[in-house]
């Protein structure tokens, strides 16, 4: 696909970014769980922080190419980043959806001016990988002015914990039905009364990326933070949480299958064995492997940005699309930093090696939800006329 000239230079940045700041510092993140302040410093400085907000808060008002192509340049290097930044970007687009104007000024233009950044508490130990069923109980005190919030629940594997400036988090609205879907969405601030982080992250994969545990007891929220009306959390979940979500994911698992691929290709052209002098690539089963591999990269390539030009122009076919890009593009990278790993045989199998880095990071898109057997089930329920819950 061909971009458009303002993608193209956004492109253009995102990799002089990766190249100078992510890609050095990719190897320290991953082995001590770090998570990259210098990476999302760079983007911040460089302004990509407001790639969601609309351009008349002085954002770049891209839509879901953008976010796939950029995150597929910054998971090449470091998934942990990628998925750090796109976090930041579903969150912005969420709180975008229907920004009053006290929420432009208070989080999209410092989001958009780098000073501001914001992620997903969704999840829930009870709920699983039903994303959109929230538990945590939300309660309304006074009126008018007065009128505060209190939040009271603990989302798991919340990305950029305890690191960002705001969390965007899902509740069961005041005095609603759980049961009837009266779910509310709205944005805590950082260090507000009544926070507290559970542990540290040290996952298996994706390790940078501080999906930590936020437990939320009587947290007072100005009712200005409301995103939408009470109620609200269903449309924000399948209409902008869904898709932007599926598209970053999307975007840094097509990353991580393009370093498997080049990884591979340079070890094939370059791996001689010393008593004939002969090449990897001179063998015709690693010819065929590599083909495969190619095409397999290529056609996901293909699904990934079509599904996102579908969402940006509004297609009514677009949803199985955008269901399908992140788990073909889990599978993707799974099958190639698989087939990376047999390429560079037994060198793979060290300690910590970049392959087997990736190949950890890929098998986190089968269990990150929505995961891969239930984007398989509404994909099929979408293609066939069926509604999706």
């Known amino acids: 696909m061909i971009f458009p000239n303002e993608l193209e230079q956004l492109v253009g940045v995102t990799r002089g970014i990766v190249d100078s700041v992510v890609a050095p510092r990719a190897a320290e993140v991953d082995e001590h769980c770090t998570w990259p302040a210098a990476s999302m410093a760079a983007f911040a400085q460089a302004g990509l922080l407001g790639l969601q907000v609309p351009t008349a808060l002085g954002g770049h008002g891209q839509g879901l190419l953008a976010l796939a192509a950029v995150s597929a340049e910054i998971g090449r290097e470091c998934p942990s980043s990628s998925l750090c930044f796109g976090m930041h970007c579903v969150g912005t687009a969420v709180i975008a959806a229907k920004a009053t104007a006290y929420q432009q000024e208070r989080y999209?233009?410092?989001?958009?001016?780098?000073?501001?950044?914001?992620?997903?508490a969704l999840s829930e130990a009870g709920t699983g990988a039903h994303f959109y069923l929230p538990e945590t109980q939300l309660d309304l005190a006074g009126d008018g002015a007065d009128a505060v919030y209190t939040v009271t629940g603990t989302k798991q594997f919340v990305t950029n914990g305890g690191h960002a400036d705001s969390y965007v988090?899902?509740?069961?609205?005041?005095?609603?039905?759980?049961?009837?879907?009266?779910?509310?969405?709205?944005?805590?601030?950082?260090?507000?009364?009544?926070?507290?982080?559970?542990?540290?992250?040290?996952?298996f994969g994706m390790r940078g990326n501080s999906s930590r545990t936020l437990a939320l007891d009587g947290v007072p929220v100005p009712a200005a933070n409301?995103?939408?009306?009470?109620?609200?959390?269903?449309?924000?979940a399948f209409e902008v949480v869904a898709p932007y979500?599926?598209?970053a994911?999307?975007?840094?698992?097509?990353?991580?299958?393009?370093?498997?691929?080049?990884?591979?290709?340079?070890?094939?052209?370059?791996?001689?064995?010393?008593?004939?002098g002969?090449?990897?690539?001179?063998?015709?089963?690693?010819?065929?492997?590599?083909?495969?591999?190619?095409?397999?990269?290529?056609?996901?390539?293909?699904?990934?940005?079509?599904?996102?030009?579908?969402?940006?122009?509004?297609?009514?076919?677009a949803l199985p699309f955008i269901l399908a890009s992140k788990a073909d593009a889990g599978e993707t990278a799974i099958a190639l930093a698989s087939d990376a790993m047999?390429?560079?045989?037994?060198?793979?199998?060290?300690?910590?090696?970049?392959?087997?880095?990736?190949?950890?990071?890929?098998?986190?898109s089968h269990v990150m939800s929505p995961t891969t057997d239930l984007l398989n089930i509404w994909a099929g329920r979408a293609l066939l006329g069926l509604p999706l819950l």
């Open 342 to 364: 047999t390429i560079f045989g037994g060198t793979a199998y060290r300690d910590n090696s970049r392959v087997a880095q990736m190949l950890r990071d890929a098998r986190a």
């Open 226 to 236: 409301l995103l939408g009306v009470e109620g609200d959390q269903v449309w924000y």
């Open 278 to 317: 002969t090449a990897l690539r001179d063998i015709e089963t690693m010819q065929t492997r590599y083909a495969k591999m190619w095409i397999a990269y290529r056609k996901t390539r293909a699904l990934v940005f079509e599904a996102a030009a579908r969402g940006d122009a509004g297609d009514p076919e």
């Open 249 to 276: 994911i999307a975007g840094t698992y097509l990353g991580i299958a393009q370093a498997a691929l080049e990884v591979a290709g340079t070890h094939l052209r370059n791996r001689r064995y010393a008593h004939s």
């Open 169 to 203: 988090v899902s509740t069961v609205a005041s005095g609603g039905n759980p049961d009837g879907g009266d779910f509310s969405c709205l944005v805590v601030d950082r260090d507000t009364p009544g926070m507290a982080w559970q542990g540290d992250w040290a996952g």
């Open 108 to 120: 999209l233009r410092p989001i958009a001016a780098g000073r501001h950044i914001t992620t997903l």
């Open 245 to 247: 979500f599926l598209l």
